[in-house]
């Protein structure tokens, strides 16, 4: 059976998996995605009101696609590729190739064109991959993700088509929030669902979907019909997902737990932000609505995936330190902090909660790569004392 890694990862007492050797292009793939984060997260603090060092308007106006084509999605693109690779070859790996190209294509200060174009063929090639993967699992779980992906793809179009960012927004949403769902369904499996949960489940995902689709010809009705669907997911996410047990363990289980959960509040949080107040074209309550699911929701999923991820493709095991909490609760804190500025006009708090969210980003970052260093560090002592101890 074929399981994204994003799976199979928070299933509690999974193995590690065997190191692998990176290949220099995979390499280069993993480092167009970091580099579409700096650059994201520069750009956004420029746009929030931070004097830094000089950056072009274009690079500015690009923060929204570079942290969800240029990172996020060439991210995924590169799991499911990594999933496929043993029954499909190759080709899986053209979509987050493609999504590297959009990335150098933006940082290189090519026309908006050029990198619309390269993430649109990228998400083009990720909907085939999410195709293949339907094809040998139809399950319900498949099809959501696939469905997460065709978002994308039409967003995209849109995009190159010359819509406004606002308007690609719900597009964006529906194509992460369905990809984390579709992922947390399929680790459902293991608690034996019921048909009503399921339905339920199926229900919450349509009117996601339908609420987009409406946005095309009446925004404002459609991004509340969107909320309530966000609404009813994370309602169903807090209630069936398996972290509400793993929470209860320790270690690492507890850690995820504990992102995934809060990552579901501000999912709803966001779906009832959409439903209050519609569309709207930008300005604070637009703000306040994206990031409570973009940095709120998505970022707290990275936060509970990663510790597995990482240390995997290097073949590591990871001790997870008390420590790894700090930036989790600065990450939520901030995102208050933000969230409050932005509905009450405070802007000085709204910078700051801004600017303490990068900080949460690099916190997590340093302490995971500290984190994987020392596994590293350790399991080269052991093979060389086992060395000694056999001569």
Known sequence: MLRPKLSTALIPGSTTAA???????????????????????????????????????????????????????????????????HRSG????????????????????????????AFSLGSAALVAVHF??????????????????????????????????????????????????GERLELGRTQKLSARAQRAFVIAVTGMGIGIAVAVVSPDIGMRILGLGLLALAAWLLRYDVARRTVRMSGLPRFIGACLLSGYFWLGVGGGLALMFGAVLGGLRYDA????????????????????????????SVALPAQFYAPLVLLHASLAMRILGDLSGW??????????????????????FYATRCAQAGMLQQRTGNGGSNR
């Open 19 to 85: 190191p692998r050797r990176l290949r220099p292009a995979r390499v280069a793939i993993i480092a167009c995605a970091l580099v579409a984060v700096v650059v994201a997260a520069w750009a956004g603090l420029v746009r929030i009101g931070w004097s830094l060092p000089i950056i072009s308007v274009d690079l500015a106006l690009a923060h929204g696609p570079l942290m969800v084509c240029g990172a996020l999605m060439t991210v995924i693109g590169l799991e499911r590729a990594v999933a496929l690779q």
């Open 90 to 117: 190759e080709w899986p790996f053209i979509a987050p190739a493609l999504s590297a190209a959009g990335v150098a294509s933006v940082v290189g200060g090519l026309p908006t064109t050029f990198s619309a174009l």
């Open 132 to 181: 293949a993967m339907v094809r040998m699992k139809p399950a319900t779980f498949a099809r959501v993700m696939a469905a997460g992906a065709l978002l994308l793809l039409i967003g995209n179009v849109f995009w190159l088509s010359g819509w406004p960012l606002f308007r690609i927004a719900p597009w964006w949403i529906g194509f992460l929030v369905l990809t984390i769902a």
């Open 289 to 316: 609505t994206l990031h409570v699911i973009f940095v709120g929701f998505v970022f707290s999923m990275i936060f509970g995936h990663a510790p597995i991820i990482l240390p995997a493709l290097l073949g590591v």
């Open 347 to 368: 802007f000085e708090l709204r910078r700051w909660g801004g600017l303490l969210n990068v900080a949460a980003l690099l916190i997590y970052a340093a302490l995971m």
